[in-house]
Each structure stands twice: as C-alpha cells, then as structure tokens.
C-alpha cells in the first residue's frame, strides 16, 4: 500500500474543487445554449433567457488558466460578428436639447421609451437617450412652448448662468442614471444674437464640481450652435467658420478639455454637419490643440439637394431621414447609424406628426423583428470602440474552447481592462456554442450574462455576452 503526504492529498483536493467548478460552469452553460437552440421565431433582446448565475466562488482550472496566459492576447476580427445576434445594424437617435422643457421632455421620452399608453398610442419601448444643459445664456425672444414660456424655461441644470441656483438638476441627474440622458450638449446654451460672450472657464469648472457630486457624468459630448458657443472644440481651423472652437485652446481663457475630458468625455460630435446615412465605423480620432486625443463620431444631419443643404434635424422630418429604402440599406450593408434629432426644438407640444408616428413603429419593427438594433447612443459609440479594439486571448483543450477578454486597448483611449457593460453584445463565431468557456479579466462571466446562438445568415454558431435588457419603465413617475 502507497501512503501520500498531506501537501499530495492537498494537491488532489485542489484538482477536484477545480475540476467541479469547470463542470458546474459548463452544465449552466450547455443548459443556456440548449433553451436558446429550442427557441424559435424572432431572437430579439425582449426574449432574453434567464438562467441561474454561475457562482463566483467557481474558478478557472489551473491548466486553463495557464494556456490563456501562455496565448497570444490579439483581436482576431474573424471571429467576431458584427452586431449582436441577430441584429445586422445598429442605429441611434442623437438628440439635442435646444429649447426643450422639462414637461416636453418627459412627454416625449414616455412615449419613444416606455410601452405605456400615451394619448399618441402604445409607447414604442426603444432605447432612445437625450442631451442636457448646464447653463442658458441664449438672448432669443422666441417661446420655448405652447403656454408662451421664455427661452430660460428650458430644461437646464442650473438657472441661467448662475452656478450657484439649481433648477432641473434632480430631475436631470435621474434621467441620467436611468438611460435617458447620455449627452452633455456642451455645458450650455451660449448662443447669442448680441454676439457676446458669456461662457468662462469657472463656469467649466463649477460644472464639472457639480456633475462630480452629483453623479452627472455623461461621457458623450455633442457641440452646439453659433460662434458665440466658444466652449465648441474638435474642428477648430483659422481659415473657416470653426475657427471660433477655443474648449482645447490652453491659451484661451475658454480653455476646458483639461477638465472635461480627465472626467469622462470619450466621445464628441465637432460640429460638422453631413449627409452620410451611415458608416462602417462611426468612430475617428481627433487631436485636439492641448495634444489630448478622443474619439469623434458621425451624425447624419442633413441632405443634399443641388448644392444645398437641407438640414433634416428636426421632428417635422423624421420621416425624411428614416425611411424604409434606408433601413433596409443599413441591413444589407451592416453598418452603424446615427442620427440627429431635436426632439424637444418647437412650441406645438408632443413632436411627432402622425407621419412621424408611423415612421417611428416602422423603426420599432427593425427592432423587434431582429434586423436593426436600437440604441442610445452612448452604448451604440462603447460597442462600435469595443467590436473593433477588443484584444482576447482564445485556447482549445479536451475538445473546449476557452475565450479571456483581456483588454479594449485603442489609439485615442488607450489600454484598459474592460467592464461588464463595456463587452455587452460581443459575438464570438465558434463551432460549439456549448463548448465555449467566456471569461473577463481571467474571471468567468456569469452563465445569465451569456446568450448561445443557432446559426446566422452565415451558417455561423455564436456565442454572445448579452446585450442589456429592455428597460420599458416609465421614469416620469419613478425616482
């Protein structure tokens, strides 16, 4: 009889504690993939499949562990799908606040968001995310609503210029956290038909002190308006209209991307308009003056008819811009869009005309049949950046596949360990959905985050790290 030491009988405890914990990760995850093969008819994200989650305390084998640090840490593109299954585009609505108020906000976002009952039918239950002010130092005289209100009851965080005064800010901040504000439509509303200035590097600062308090911490920045909007930056040039831009000026008193981007800004419309309906990829970098980089993205904002530009961004021509020869252009050809929109710009009340209403379900149909994912457009800009930089490392042993999501690393953000929420939708083509292992950071990704997929128009099994769950709440009476 061969008697072991005790570090041999502690080696051989080790080996099936973690050999039960690969067996119960692997059980939860053939059992998620055999209900999602089971089902049939639309694959959208309102079926999402709930499971049991896999156990923290489960961890990766020791010789798994091993080969995946040992594999090379790349992006392997052909291995991943373009969109989440089984989406073939993914389209946001990019909206800027101008002369919104607070009612027609919350009007408007009930219906496009919630599957309430409005007085304008069935709410539409997409994820469609908004702008916000700071600051309104606009001089116009036009009214901002039926009842007959003044430029200075828009929704803003502060009243007026006045850091000191809060105004909508808790109803700001509670929209933000849950997903109908995303933007920052730059610190405010500067523009001036008087042609003076009124933003100043302490109102940035005051802003930005606030917003850290509070939680307010969008990370899409989108320009706005005339040259009296100085705070603007991304496209500056002294030979034409944007020459004005002096946000990533270090020599201007207007100077503020030190500020704005150490807290969060990752993405910036410059101010450039364009009639491009969609891109392959809705991100590009730009170098600002104070040698920062971030990432800039594509907005389709108008048309071009005999050199004219016919801007398109407003509700009365909603159904110009998203129409049905474009959807399904956008699905044949798998591309991003975004696209602009003021939503709350008018004095009439609910936005949408009847046509509007009807081109908005038909976008709602793209959505729930699978074919164009909506999204705001925060989660559209972090998915198209994570699709294209993520950096994984992918083993085979025993006849499994085991995929470690390592990194986002990028030219303009850089290297970073990724969340949760920053892979959601990340599609990996493999032969045996229920034979693949996914893991972040060297930590198993929990079995209800994890969605297997039948074949595509490719003839390709995927499996996928979910994307988020439909959020129909109506947020107008929730705080």
């Known amino acids: ?21 690969l067996i119960a990760f692997a059980f939860l995850v053939i059992v998620l993939c055999l ?17 049991t989650p896999q156990s923290s305390t489960v961890k990766i084998p020791d010789a798994v562990k091993t080969a995946l640090q040992a594999a090379a840490s ?3 593109p052909d291995l991943l799908r373009k969109f989440p299954y089984p989406f073939k585009a993914m389209l946001a609505i990019s909206s800027d606040i101008d002369m919104t108020t607070l009612g027609e906000f919350e009007e ?32 116009t005289k036009e009214k901002v609503d039926k009842e007959g209100h ?12 006045d850091p000191n005064k809060l105004k909508d800010a808790k109803k700001i901040v509670h929209y933000f956290k849950v997903g109908w504000i995303d933007s920052l439509h730059t610190f405010g509303d500067f523009s001036r038909n008087d042609h003076s200035i009124k933003f100043t590097r302490a109102l940035a600062v005051a802003a930005w002190n606030a917003m850290n308090q509070s939680g307010f911490k969008p990370e899409v920045w989108i320009n706005h308006g005339s040259e009296t909007n100085v705070q603007n930056f991304g496209i500056y040039n002294s030979h034409n209209l944007f020459k004005y831009q002096q946000g990533d000026n270090p020599k201007s008193p207007y100077y ?51 050199g004219k530009i016919n801007w398109t961004w407003e509700t009365q021509f909603i159904s110009r811009q998203l129409t049905k020869t474009r959807l399904d252009q956008l699905v044949q050809e798998d591309k991003y869009s975004i696209v602009t929109q003021h939503l709350g710009k008018g004095n009439t009340g609910f ?3 009847t046509e509007g209403v009807k081109t908005l379900n038909l976008l709602k149909s793209y959505n729930d049949d699978g074919k164009i994912l909506v999204a705001r457009t925060s989660r559209l800009l972090d998915y198209a950046r994570s699709q294209k930089h993520v950096h994984y490392s992918l083993v085979q042993l025993n006849g499994k596949t085991y995929i470690n999501i390592n990194t986002i690393d990028d030219q303009v953000l850089g290297s970073s360990i990724p969340s949760i929420d920053e892979v959601r939708g990340l599609t990996f083509y493999v032969n045996d959905p229920s034979s693949t292992y996914l893991f972040l950071n060297m930590n198993p990704i929990n079995a209800d985050d994890i969605q297997c997929n039948p074949r595509d128009e490719k003839g390709r099994k995927s499996i996928e790290i979910k994307w988020f769950k439909p959020d129909y709440t109506d947020y107008t009476k929730a705080e």
């Open 256 to 306: 503020h991307t030190d500020l704005t981007l150490k807290n969060g800004i990752r993405y910036v419309w410059d101010s450039m308009g364009e009639n491009q309906f969609s891109w392959d990829d809705p991100l590009f970098p730009i170098h600002l003056r104070d040698g920062q980089k971030v990432w800039g993205f594509h907005r389709y904002t108008n048309e071009r008819n005999k």
């Open 351 to 353: 936005p949408f005309t």
């Open 1 to 21: 009889m061969i008697e072991h030491s005790e570090a041999w009988h502690r080696a051989m405890r080790r080996r099936r504690r973690n050999r039960f914990g």
């Open 108 to 139: 408007y976002h009930r219906f496009l968001n919630t599957k309430e009952q409005t007085p304008y039918g069935q709410g539409l239950g997409l994820d469609i995310g908004d702008s916000s002010w700071l600051y309104i130092a606009n001089d």
């Open 74 to 76: 790349a992006r392997h």
């Open 35 to 51: 209900i999602t093969f089971k089902h049939t008819g639309k694959m959208t994200n309102s079926n999402a499949i709930s499971v």
């Open 150 to 161: 003044a430029i200075d009851y828009s929704m803003s965080y502060f009243q007026g210029i």
